[in-house]
């Protein structure tokens, strides 16, 4: 009965998205976009990107503009401050377009943005362009801290080397989708990471599996934390996307959970994970909740009623076609 149920909430969101999106093509994130413009803490930002490639990480993600939008509202004080994270080590992983990566450089950070090597051109351009826009318009600040690009398979040693963990933090958007990747992003955050390495991901829910799979992975190994909606910036959130900040568990915990071959060790067995005694408005996340996508498309509903009769901003544009993207897959319109 409740499959049924489901079916005609997302039939009614189909018919109000087709509704409202048909009036304006342009404003979706179309194979036609060839690039996203945002401002960010000041700072307009151009990102190219190629829907059309065959590669998913050449597409600039809604989940990287609302972890960047996150930040520039919870830089002011903090653990986001720019005192807080000014020289900090990052490292970017599945970086894509880059936008995430940036969010943090601009906070002062050192990043490293990565990912495998037939997203690097594209993503070495957007890193070179919005350098150099920054460094023109601010010439003598330094605000900036840096950013560079490097390869990185998940799992492969000679790559986890070359970019020299442990890092402060490690970073990623919207990569989480299919359930064989989840290992090897495992593997690789452990070797990359000490006790004293935070994680913030953002993430997309697209699938119902995919997502329990991912927070029984997090909550077995990590101490995890999701960001309430109070703490995203007012426009750019959504009910699909969540922010999650992590930490390393004590590592003799995390070792017996996993038999990852990249578990980081620890001087010593007795030494904890650093938790954070600033109030990061993140709350612990508890028992898995599996209806976490009807759920959301439940939200999706009063969300696109709300807005039925509103001119669409470009944010909610984007949201919109998203919407109707992951929908079609499973309702077919009469």
Known sequence: MYFYGRKRIQTKILHLLVNSVKMEPDRLNSPSTSAITMEVLGHHLQFSQDPNSKHLGTTVWDASMVFVKFLEKNCRKGRFSISKLKGKRVIELGAGCGVAGFGMALLGCDVISTDQ???????????????SRIIQMNPGSDSFGSIQVAELDWGNEDHIKAVGPPFDYIIGTDIVYVEHLLEPLLQTIFAL?????????????????????MLNMWKKNFDLKVVPKAKMDC???HPSIQLFIIGLKPPAAAAEKSNSKFVAQSDTKESKCRKDEEDDGSSEVD?????TVEKVEEEELLVVRRN???KLSDWDARRYGSMAARLLRDVKLP
């Not at 953002?202 to 997502?211: A, F, K, Q």
Request: charged share 25%.
């Open 117 to 131: 090597v037939e997203v690097l051109p594209l993503l070495t351009r957007n890193v070179e362009r919005n350098t």
């Open 287 to 291: 028992e898995l909740d599996t209806s």
């Open 193 to 213: 990471s000490s006790c004293k390495t935070t994680i913030l991901l953002g993430y997309e829910i697209r699938s119902t599996g995919v997502h329990e799979q």
């Open 308 to 310: 039925q009769n509103r």
């Open 235 to 237: 426009k750019y959130q």
